[in-house]
């Protein structure tokens, strides 16, 4: 079967780095995207990794070794509004979007 | 980035009527949109993928005779939840791919589905 996993829950404080790492099984690859919910809205993109590497973009950057079907999401500079939940999503070989359960990220001053 | 809207934000209904959702692409053209269907601290589940002139495919488990779709224009696609029941209420959002090689699906605001 399909597998996306990442922790539910992470705290950081206001100013660090944060780190959100995403592993995955699936049925093929056509990429990895993250992104960004805040409660009660729908989510934002963040991300798309299809090679490997890391891939810088103000404050966050995600990084994907395919090879050991990993990602990571990080964050730099801390804000209070980054408090939301950052969203794993892979694209398989029928090019369909298989979703993680989602991080929450709080953010504490 | 392309803008996708959805209607009603928020709709509160009683238990065993209908209730229709409105999925819209605002500046570009989507032959293909996708609705989801997301439960309180729970990821995104895909309900079905909405084809512009054709059928919608339905995931398994989603009951395509409860859950009503049509894409009749290149623009829009409705959601209809027939005969709701508390168990319907959730968040629904639609999505549209990009048309460019990124894959990036532009989502709609969502929206809120009460039941009572």
């Known amino acids: 079967g399909q597998n996306i996993d990442q922790p539910t829950e992470m705290t950081a404080t206001e100013g660090a780095i944060v780190q959100i790492n995403c592993t995955y099984q699936?049925?093929?690859?056509?990429?990895l995207f993250w992104y960004q919910q805040h409660a009660g809205e729908a989510p934002t993109f963040l991300s798309y990794?299809?090679l490997d590497g890391l891939e810088e973009k103000g404050r966050f950057s995600s990084f994907l070794s395919r090879s050991k079907g990993y990602s990571y999401l990080l964050l730099k500079e801390l804000q209070m509004k980054d408090s939301a939940s950052y969203l794993c999503a892979v694209l398989d070989s029928n090019y369909q979007l298989i979703w993680g359960a989602g991080t929450k990220l709080i953010i504490k001053p | 980035g392309a803008v996708v809207s959805q209607h009603p934000s928020w709709v509160i209904c009683k238990s065993g009527t209908s209730v229709k959702i409105e999925c819209r692409s605002l500046?570009?053209?989507?032959?293909?949109m996708f609705w989801y269907r997301q439960f309180p601290k729970q990821s995104l589940m895909l309900m079905a993928t909405s084809n512009e002139g054709s059928k919608a495919t339905y995931e398994q488990g989603v009951e395509k005779d409860k859950f009503l779709i049509n894409h009749a224009s290149l623009t829009l696609s409705t959601l209809t939840v027939t005969s709701a029941h508390p168990e319907d209420s959730s968040f629904y959002i639609c999505?549209?791919?990009?048309?460019?090689?990124?894959?990036?699906?532009?989502f709609g605001p969502g929206t809120r589905l009460t039941v009572t």
């Open positions: 699936t049925s093929g690859f056509n990429g």
């Open positions: 990794n299809v």
């Open positions: 500046d570009f053209q989507a032959t293909t």
């Open positions: 999505s549209a791919p990009s048309m460019d090689s990124s894959y990036e699906q532009y």
